[in-house]
């Protein structure tokens, strides 16, 4: 191997690495602010009194229900 070619080698090699790394902060910062997200959502539920949570949460259900049946359909 000529000594080009190493050097194209481990650049190359080098290169891959880099985004990797790029790739795996990348998604580590999308699980925190998913994370974060979730957890302020908790809060506010939290905050509501019993019958607000009650019928907030009926309603994220329900929701939920729909957005599925028109996925799968």
Not at 2 to 17: C, D, G, P, Q
Not at 53 to 59: D, I, L, M, P, Q
Request: charged letters at 25%; aromatic letters at 0%; a positive charge.
């Amino acid at each position: 191997m000529s000594r080009s070619r190493r050097i194209l080698t481990v650049t190359l090699i080098v290169a891959a690495a880099a985004g990797v790394v790029v790739v795996a902060v990348r998604v580590r910062r999308m699980r925190q602010v998913a994370s974060d997200t979730a957890a302020d959502i908790e809060a506010q539920l939290d905050a509501l009194d019993p019958m607000t949570r009650a019928a907030v949460v009926g309603k994220l259900s329900a929701d939920a229900v729909k957005a599925a049946k028109t996925k799968n359909s």
